[in-house]
């Protein structure tokens, strides 16, 4: 059992940066993909960037190219978003995942936080 926890969520003004956290229990995690999902009030929980083991590919839903960043260091067990040139619509709770595929949907994860909420104001 992998347990994650999400961390440097917060209410930043637009066009400014935040980078989340997401902390793993288990060592066992280095060997995972991990996704970075995001949902906001009233929507459904939608993809926004992926990585592999050990960290050498990456994916990204297309309104977040160029702006997010999804990296991993191992030797912590904790994988990274960093989320530059932030929008109001990037406004969230964003949850880290953990599962055997690097994939964009939510049941290609078996592990999951419990979400941080990112704020973005105009």
């Known amino acids: 059992q992998v347990q994650l926890e999400e961390s440097g969520g917060g209410l930043v003004q637009a066009g400014n940066s935040l980078r989340l956290s997401c902390a793993a229990s288990?060592?066992?995690?280095?060997?995972?993909?991990v996704g970075w999902f995001r949902q906001a009030p009233g929507k459904d929980r939608e993809f926004v960037a992926a990585?592999?083991?050990?960290?050498?590919?990456?994916s990204y839903t297309d309104s977040v190219k160029g702006r997010f960043t999804i990296s991993r260091d191992n030797a912590k067990n904790t994988v990274y978003l960093q989320m530059n040139s932030l929008k109001p619509d990037d406004t969230a709770v964003y949850y880290c995942?953990?599962?055997?595929?690097?994939?964009?949907?939510?049941?290609?994860?078996?592990?999951w936080g419990q979400g941080t909420q990112v704020t973005v104001s105009s």
């Open positions: 288990e060592r066992t995690f280095r060997t995972y993909a």
């Open positions: 995942a953990a599962g055997v595929s690097r994939g964009p949907f939510t049941r290609s994860y078996d592990y």
């Open positions: 990585i592999g083991w050990p960290g050498d590919s990456t």
